[in-house]
């Protein structure tokens, strides 16, 4: 059974740094897409970030484009999302979805993911 668990969340103040972690288990192969998406309360999930199997292409959501960076270890099926700069519209919980499908280009909307994460709280004071 595939379970993705996410890690690192926080309370942070405005301008500061957390670095989430997903680790991906029930599945061996490192052929997979990775992305972070974002849920805060009242609004639809937002795609943040994501990764392909090698690294070979990162998208980014025009929001955290300059300030957040993905990036993964396939040796221990992890996913990183390292957050500079944080601002208060960051609040949010953060989830990390896999993609098994074979693409050349990530995929940002939620559809496109099979297995998703139970989220991890992400909470930016002012």
């Known amino acids: 059974q595939v379970q993705l668990v996410e890690s690192g969340g926080g309370l942070v103040q405005a301008g500061g740094s957390l670095r989430l972690s997903c680790v991906l288990s029930?599945?061996?192969?490192?052929?997979?897409?990775m992305g972070w998406f974002r849920q805060a309360p009242g609004k639809d999930r937002e795609f943040v970030a994501a990764i392909r199997w090698n690294g070979g292409n990162i998208k980014y959501g025009d929001s955290v484009k300059g300030r957040f960076t993905i990036s993964r270890d396939n040796a221990k099926n992890t996913v990183y999302l390292q957050m500079n700069s944080l601002k208060p519209e960051d609040t949010a919980v953060y989830y990390c979805a896999a993609d098994y499908r074979f693409r050349v280009i990530v995929p940002v909307t939620t559809k496109e993911y099979t297995d998703w994460g139970q989220g991890t709280q992400v909470t930016v004071s002012s």
């Open positions: 029930g599945r061996s192969s490192g052929s997979y897409g």
